[in-house]
C-alpha cells in the first residue's frame, strides 16, 4: 500500500481537524476536531514507519499515543466540566476574559 | 527704703488696694478704703507738719545705662495741705455716691474710677519727678474720661469724654515737650533739684508747660470740655472739679511756680484772669444748673492760676483749698437735690437740672437747701465764710505785689467776684424761691444720713475757722508767718459789698422771672466748641478725607490693577499648562491609546482567533524554515 495515501488522509485530517477547532462554536467539537489532528499525526508515524519495514516503532507509538489520548480526551471533558460549571457555557466566543472589559 | 517712703507709697497706693479688693468684696469696700486713706492722710499731715518742712524720698524704678529713673516722691508744704483735702474730699465722694448711685447698674466700675482717680490725685500732689508726675497726670486723664463717660448709654456722655479726652491730649503733648526740653535744660527729672538749680527756665519752655496745663485746668481757649463734662454723675463732678483733675495744672504751676520765667507768669496772669471773667460771664446765662456750677469753677480756676502769675502761689493755694470744699459741697447739694427731685416729679418729662422747670420750695428739703446757702455764700465770698478770706487773701496779694499786671488783676478779682455773686444769687432764687411751678410733689425724702453726712462736713469745712480763727484775718495756720496786712479799707470794703450786692440781686432775681432769651455767645461758651471745630475738627476730618479719597483712588486702584494683572496672568499660565504641558501629556496617552487600539484590533478575546493566529504564524514560519 502506498503510503501517500495515508499521507495525504493524514493531511485532510488536519485541515478537517483545524477548520472545526477555528470555526465550531462548541467546545465538544473544537476538542473533536483536536482529537481528528491528533489522529492525523498517528496516522502519518504509520505512514512513515513504511520507510523502516524491519521494524514497527512508529505503529507501537501510535497504540501508546491513542492511550494517552483517551487520557487527555478526559481531562479535556474534565476542564469542559469545570468551565461549564464557571461560566454556565461551553460556548468559547461567549467567554471572552482575556479581552479588555469593554 | 526710709520710712516716709513706705508711708507716702502706702498713700498712693492705698486706693489702688481698695480697687482691688472692690472686684472682690463690692460693697462698701470703696468707701472704707478712703475712710483709711484720710485718717492716714491726716496721720502723715500732723507727723510731718510737726516735724520737717519738706520730705524726699526715693526708689530706683528703672535703669538706663548709667542713668536711672527714680520713683521719688517730693512733699513739701503746698502737698501736705493737698493731700488731706484731697482725700477728705474723695472720701465724702465715696460715701454720698453710696446714696446717689443706689440704683444704678455697674456700681464696682464706677467705685474702682473714683478710687483710680484719687489713687491719681494722690500720686500727683506727692510726685517729685516729672516723669511720675507726667504718668500720675495722665492717669487722671484716663480716670477723668472713664468717669465722664460711665453713663455708656448716654451718646452725649460719650462725646463729652471724648472732648475731654482730645483737649487734654493736645495739652499734654505740649506737657510731655516741655518736660524732656526741661530734662535736656537741667539733666535731671527730678522736681527737688530742678527747682534748687534756682535756674530760670527758658521762655519756650515755660510757655510750652503754661499751654501744657491750659486744657488740664480749663483755662480760656481750652475750657469747654469742662461744661460738657456735665453728663457724669454728679459725685464724679465734686470730685473733678473740687479735688483732683482740674487743680491739678494749677497744682503743678505752683509746684514749678519758683523757676518760671516772668513772661509765663504774666502769660498766666493774663490768661487767668480772662478765664475768670470769662467763665464767670458764661455763668450767668446758663440753665442747667450743673453746668452753672462749671462755669463758676472755670472762673475759679482762672483766679488761682493769675494769683500764680502775680507770683503769689500761697494765695492760689488757699483759694484752692477753700474752694475745693465749697465747691464740692455744692456738687453735691445740687446732685443730692437732683436726686430728691426726680423721686418726686410729677412726669418723667421734666429736666430736673433746667432751672427754668425748677422752683422747688426750700422748705421741703431743708437740709439740702440750708447746706447749698452755705456753699453758695462762700462762693460769693461773704464774711465768715473760707471763700471770704481766701478772696481776701487774692486781693491782698493783687494789691501788695510789685507785678506790673497785679491791679489789672485786683480789678478783673473784684469784677469776677462781683458777676459771681450775681450768677450764685440767680441759681439760688430760680431754683429755691421760684414758687410758680407746679412740677414737683412736695413729698420730702432727704433725710438720708448719706446724702447728709457729706453735706453737713463740707459746710462745716466751708466757714472761716479752717483758715484761721479771726474771721477777718486771712493768714492761713499752715502758712510760714509773712508780714501779711491787708489794707483795712479791703476788708470793710469787701465785708460790706458783696452782702449787699448780695442782697440786692435776690431782690432783682426775686422779683422776675428767668429771662428765656439769653445771650447765646455766653450760653454757648463764647462758641470755643464751634471755634475747635472749625480750626481742628474740621482740617482734620478734610485731611482724612484727603487721604480717604487718595487711598480709595490710588492706593486701592494700584491694588486692583495688580490684582486684575495677577489674575490676567494665571489665566494666560493655565490656559499654556492646559494645552502645551498637559496637551503633551495628554498627547502621549493618547497616541499610545491609539497605537494600542490598532493592535488590540487582533486581540478579539475569542481563544479561536488566538489560535487561528498562532497557525497562521506557525504556518509562516514553517514555511519560512522550508523554503
Excluded at chain 2, 255 to 269: A, E
Excluded at chain 2, 305 to 312: K, Y
Excluded at chain 2, 420 to 433: D, K, M, P
Amino acid at each position: 500500500m502506498n503510503p501517500t495515501y495515508l499521507i495525504y488522509t493524514a493531511i485532510v485530517l488536519v485541515a478537517i481537524g483545524t477548520a472545526l477547532v477555528l470555526t465550531r462554536k462548541s467546545l465538544l467539537f473544537i476538542l473533536i476536531g483536536i482529537e481528528l489532528i491528533l489522529n492525523a499525526v498517528n496516522l502519518n508515524l504509520v505512514a512513515f514507519n513504511h520507510l523502516y519495514p524491519q521494524n514497527v516503532n512508529g505503529q507501537t507509538t501510535t497504540l501508546f499515543i491513542m492511550a494517552i489520548a483517551i487520557c487527555e480526551t478526559a481531562c479535556g471533558i474534565a476542564i469542559m466540566i469545570q468551565v461549564a460549571r464557571q461560566y454556565k457555557t461551553i460556548t468559547p466566543s461567549s467567554i471572552q476574559d482575556l479581552k479588555e472589559q469593554a | 527704703m526710709s520710712q516716709s517712703f513706705i508711708l507716702v507709697s502706702l498713700i498712693c497706693c492705698l486706693p489702688f488696694a481698695g480697687m482691688l479688693m472692690n472686684l472682690w468684696l463690692r460693697k462698701y469696700v470703696a468707701y472704707t478704703s478712703t475712710f483709711f486713706l484720710f485718717i492716714i492722710n491726716i496721720l502723715v499731715f500732723y507727723f510731718i507738719n510737726q516735724h520737717e518742712t519738706q520730705i524726699e524720698t526715693s526708689l530706683i524704678w528703672f535703669k538706663l545705662q548709667s542713668f536711672s529713673i527714680e520713683l521719688n516722691y517730693y512733699i513739701n508744704r503746698d502737698s501736705i495741705l493737698l493731700l488731706p483735702v484731697v482725700s477728705i474730699i474723695s472720701f465724702l465722694v465715696h460715701v454720698f455716691s453710696i446714696g446717689y448711685m443706689a440704683y444704678e447698674k455697674s456700681l464696682s466700675r464706677y467705685f474702682n474710677g473714683l478710687l483710680f482717680f484719687t489713687a491719681s490725685m494722690l500720686l500727683f500732689v506727692c510726685a517729685g519727678n516729672l516723669i511720675v508726675i507726667f504718668l500720675a497726670w495722665e492717669c487722671l486723664g484716663l480716670a477723668s474720661y472713664l468717669l465722664i463717660g460711665f453713663y455708656r448709654e448716654k451718646t452725649e456722655a460719650g462725646f463729652a469724654a471724648l472732648k475731654a479726652m482730645l483737649l487734654n491730649r493736645f495739652s499734654d503733648l505740649l506737657l510731655l515737650s516741655a518736660i524732656i526740653l526741661m530734662f535736656a535744660y537741667y539733666q535731671s527729672f527730678n522736681l527737688k533739684e530742678i527747682i534748687d538749680s534756682q535756674q530760670t527756665l527758658p521762655q519756650l519752655v515755660g510757655w510750652m508747660l503754661l499751654l501744657g496745663v491750659l486744657a488740664k485746668s480749663a483755662q480760656f481757649p481750652l475750657m469747654n470740655w469742662l461744661p460738657s463734662a456735665m453728663t457724669g454723675p454728679s459725685p464724679v463732678s465734686a470730685l473733678i472739679h473740687a479735688a483732683t483733675m482740674v487743680i491739678a495744672g494749677v497744682y503743678l504751676m505752683i509746684r514749678l511756680s519758683p523757676i518760671l520765667p516772668l513772661s509765663v507768669l504774666h502769660g498766666l496772669t493774663t490768661i487767668g484772669s480772662l478765664t475768670a471773667l470769662l467763665g464767670a460771664l458764661a455763668a450767668t446765662q446758663q440753665f442747667d444748673v450743673k453746668k452753672i456750677l462749671a462755669y463758676s469753677t472755670i472762673s475759679q480756676l482762672g483766679l488761682m492760676m493769675a494769683a500764680v502769675g502775680i507770683a503769689s502761689p500761697q494765695a492760689a493755694m488757699l483759694h484752692m483749698i477753700s474752694h475745693a470744699f465749697f465747691k464740692a459741697g455744692l456738687f453735691l447739694g445740687v446732685g443730692a437735690l437732683i436726686h430728691h427731685l426726680e423721686e418726686n416729679r410729677v412726669n418723667k418729662e421734666i429736666n430736673v437740672q433746667d432751672i427754668r422747670n425748677l422752683g422747688a420750695p426750700y422748705k421741703s428739703y431743708p437740709y439740702t437747701f440750708y447746706t447749698i446757702l452755705i456753699f453758695s455764700l462762700a462762693l460769693c465770698g461773704i464774711p465768715f465764710t473760707s471763700g471770704f478770706l481766701s478772696k481776701e487773701y487774692l486781693l491782698t496779694q493783687a494789691w501788695n505785689s510789685k507785678n506790673s499786671l497785679s491791679i489789672f488783676y485786683f480789678v478783673f478779682i473784684i469784677l469776677t467776684s462781683t458777676i459771681t455773686v450775681i450768677y450764685t444769687t440767680r441759681l439760688i432764687v430760680y431754683t429755691f424761691f421760684n414758687k410758680s411751678k407746679e412740677n414737683f410733689n412736695s413729698a420730702s425724702s432727704e433725710k438720708k444720713p448719706v446724702f447728709l453726712f457729706p453735706l453737713i462736713a463740707l459746710s462745716i469745712a466751708s466757714f472761716w475757722w479752717i483758715i484761721n480763727f479771726n474771721p477777718f484775718h486771712a493768714d492761713f495756720y499752715f502758712f510760714s508767718k509773712t508780714t501779711f496786712t491787708t489794707p483795712v479799707w479791703l476788708t470793710i470794703g469787701s465785708t460790706l459789698f458783696f452782702p449787699v450786692l448780695f442782697f440786692l440781686a435776690f431782690r432783682y432775681f426775686n422779683s422776675r422771672d428767668i429771662s428765656n432769651s439769653p445771650n447765646q455767645l455766653l450760653l454757648q461758651g463764647f462758641a470755643l466748641d464751634n471755634l475747635q471745630q472749625k480750626l481742628f475738627v474740621q482740617p482734620t476730618l478734610f485731611i482724612g478725607n484727603l487721604f480717604l479719597s487718595i487711598e480709595k483712588k490710588w492706593i486701592d486702584g494700584f491694588i486692583h490693577v495688580m490684582a486684575f494683572a495677577t489674575v490676567l496672568f494665571s489665566h494666560i499660565i493655565s490656559f499654556l499648562d492646559y494645552w502645551l504641558v498637559d496637551g503633551l501629556v495628554r498627547m502621549t496617552y493618547k497616541a499610545s491609546y491609539t497605537l494600542g487600539g490598532w493592535v488590540r484590533v487582533s486581540r478579539s478575546g475569542y481563544v479561536q482567533h488566538y489560535l487561528f493566529w498562532f497557525l497562521f504564524t506557525a504556518v509562516l514560519f514553517i514555511i519560512w524554515v522550508l523554503f
